[in-house]
């Protein structure tokens, strides 16, 4: 069967915007009454108790919670992604973003600056866990960002290290990502990207899910993945071995 007969397969149109500019959606993954069980789920079990990653509860969730596993294998994700990427596919990292009222911006970055993965291939999925508006710090994108790298260059004393260098890139043409809960959408690992302050008073709660090759090495011991980290066979299968498994848990 080929990667793109799956009842969310992406048409060629969509495959070629997507080559065009760097992202893709927003899509449905499911409706927002089924995200708002899940959200209760993610409130009551996950972020308040610690996970596998020993220096942050949002990341690698998908370790010990199935909800979360679940959540970053839905095939409304991984068979879209798998129209992109091919039959094969590894989910190598979750995390959450959780940006309460007055929360910091995240300046723009390109991901793969920060990631320990070789070759540097990625396509990222973001999914709304709350809903996400302008007002409360949707991520924006910048179309087409995704065909240069760019330099980044340290952001002293906001707790995100790096940005993209502001005198490199041009942000007038950036796109609010606004999402209902349940929806999501899929950027490449050089896509710029970033939120701005969260000027309101809701919560913006959503996760990136990261999908690669089973070609890439994954240094799972590595910042801002962890000594026992275990990523996810998500589609097909990995003849490569390069990286560490582990199924839902
Ligand atoms: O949620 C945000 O504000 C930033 C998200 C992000 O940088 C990412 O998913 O790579």
Redesign the pocket.
């Known amino acids: 069967m080929k990667a793109n007969q799956n009842s969310y397969a992406l048409s060629r149109a969509e495959v070629d915007f997507f080559v065009e500019n760097g992202y893709l959606g927003p899509y449905t993954a499911m409706p927002p009454a089924e995200m708002a069980q899940i959200r209760a789920e993610i409130e009551t079990k996950v972020l308040t108790t610690d996970g596998p990653n020993p220096r942050s509860r949002d990341q690698s969730r998908h370790m010990d919670q199935p909800v979360i596993f679940d959540l970053a294998t839905h095939p409304a994700i991984i068979d879209r992604i798998a129209c992109l990427l091919g039959p094969d596919l590894v989910v190598w990292a979750t995390?959450f973003?959780n940006?309460a009222p007055g929360g910091a911006e995240?300046p723009w970055?390109q991901?793969i600056n920060f990631w320990p993965i070789e070759p540097p291939l990625n396509t990222?999925a973001?999914i709304a866990i709350d809903e996400v508006t302008v007002e409360n710090?949707c991520?924006q994108i910048i179309p087409g960002s995704h065909r240069e790298s760019l330099p980044h260059i340290k952001n002293t004393g906001k707790g995100f290290g790096k940005m993209a260098d502001p005198a490199s890139f041009e942000a007038a043409g950036a796109i609010n990502m606004e999402l209902k809960p349940g929806e999501f959408f899929i950027f490449s690992e050089r896509t710029l990207?970033?939120?701005s302050k969260n000027t309101s008073d809701k919560r913006?709660l959503?996760m990136?899910v990261r999908v690669t090759l089973p070609i890439v090495h994954v240094n799972q011991d590595s910042s801002p993945l962890h000594e026992g980290h275990t990523a996810i066979i998500a589609k097909g299968k990995d003849v490569m071995g390069f990286n560490r498994y582990a199924g839902r848990p």
């Open positions: 995390n973003w940006k995240i970055h991901d990222s973001w710090s991520v990207h970033r939120s913006r959503g990136s």
